[in-house]
């Protein structure tokens, strides 16, 4: 009993540090609405079968990094298709912005 407290409590501790890592290593980006809107149909114009489907490019912060993604309106298309679409959009906002990488 005693040791599954203490690990708890360890537990516990870890993930407070990894929420404040997380949180405190990587600030957010702020992703331009107007920069994300001129990726998409940059993206779409390559893969017009997405049209209408993808509502923004988001940026959520890792502990390095961003990890870079197409928010679906409605459930996320499957198949290599979406990932290059996905792609084209992230790689057109990034160079609309100037991010480099």
Do not use: C
């Given at each position: 009993?005693?040791?599954?407290r203490?690990?708890?409590?360890?537990?516990?501790?870890?993930?407070?540090?990894?929420?404040?890592?997380?949180?405190?290593?990587?600030?957010?980006?702020?992703?331009?609405?107007?920069?994300?809107?001129?990726?998409?149909?940059?993206?779409?114009?390559?893969?017009?079968?997405?049209?209408?489907?993808?509502?923004?490019?988001?940026?959520?912060?890792?502990?390095?990094?961003?990890?870079?993604?197409?928010?679906?309106?409605?459930?996320?298309?499957?198949?290599?298709?979406?990932?290059?679409?996905?792609?084209?959009?992230?790689?057109?906002y990034?160079?609309?912005?100037?991010?480099?990488?």
């Amino acid at each position: 009993m005693f040791l599954r407290r203490r690990r708890a409590a360890t537990v516990m501790r870890h993930a407070a540090i990894g929420r404040w890592l997380y949180h405190e290593q990587m600030p957010p980006l702020e992703i331009d609405p107007h920069l994300s809107d001129l990726a998409l149909a940059e993206a779409v114009q390559k893969y017009p079968r997405f049209a209408g489907r993808a509502s923004r490019v988001l940026a959520r912060p890792l502990l390095r990094g961003f990890a870079w993604q197409v928010e679906w309106a409605g459930e996320a298309p499957a198949g290599q298709e979406a990932w290059e679409f996905q792609n084209a959009a992230i790689r057109a906002y990034k160079r609309l912005a100037n991010i480099a990488g």
